[in-house]
């Protein structure tokens, strides 16, 4: 996760903070995860602990990875100094997220590193959100779906889109691909970097 030693996590807390950063109402909530409003609410309120398969159905409905609800939220700063070895890591299937200080910074802006493995992708689902992306090739070949258009981005090139235009990312090659993305003028709810792990990350355990 984020840090070694995550201290305690409200996980009630979290969920609401993610909802309403998604702008999300209950209501719609509870028809996207199939649990009553009842029921989140007293999940929220911190009156009920939600059983795995019940957490794993709210992140999929937020369309969230399991790793934010765990992650406690840093303070945010104007200056944000990160040596090499302070990079946030988030692992999941086939590549690594790495935090490029955005996650700690006070404007809306975020910059990461995916470093891929062959046959790495977004997940089945298409990444919506607000704001603007840019991606920038080191090394290996991304493939980006925007919309009816492909690009294929070999180390040097550059790509830059509306976020709000459905789109999703895979590494078609057969060597790592490492790979600079900035977001940026999202909405305050937002924290779109999230959005960018691939979604098979948040799989059921309790599934085959």
Not at 3 to 14: F, I, Q, Y
Not at 148 to 155: D, P
Request: aromatic share 8%.
């Amino acid at each position: 996760m984020f840090e070694k030693d995550t201290p305690s996590v409200d996980v009630g807390l979290r969920l609401k903070q993610l909802r309403e950063r998604r702008g999300i109402s209950l209501r719609e909530l509870s028809r996207l995860s199939g649990l009553s409003t009842n029921t989140l609410s007293m999940i929220e309120r911190g009156q009920s602990s939600p059983s795995v398969s019940t957490l794993y159905r709210l992140v999929d409905a937020l369309s969230v990875p399991i790793s934010a609800v765990f992650q406690n939220e840093p303070r945010r700063e104007a200056i944000v100094y990160r040596t090499e070895s302070e990079r946030a890591h988030v692992p999941f299937p086939l590549g690594v997220w790495e935090g490029l200080g955005g996650e700690a910074f006070v404007g809306n802006v975020q910059p990461f590193m995916l470093s891929l493995e062959s046959g790495a992708n977004s997940g089945q689902h298409r990444i919506v959100h607000t704001g603007h992306e840019f991606v920038m090739c080191l090394r290996g070949e991304l493939e980006y779906e925007i919309g009816e258009e492909q690009f294929l981005l070999k180390a040097g090139d550059s790509l830059l889109f509306a976020a709000r235009l459905e789109h999703r990312w895979r590494n078609p090659g057969s060597v790592v691909t490492n790979v600079i993305i900035v977001l940026s003028g999202f909405e305050e709810y937002e924290s779109p970097g999230i959005y960018h792990y691939s979604s098979e990350a948040h799989q059921n355990p309790d599934e085959p």
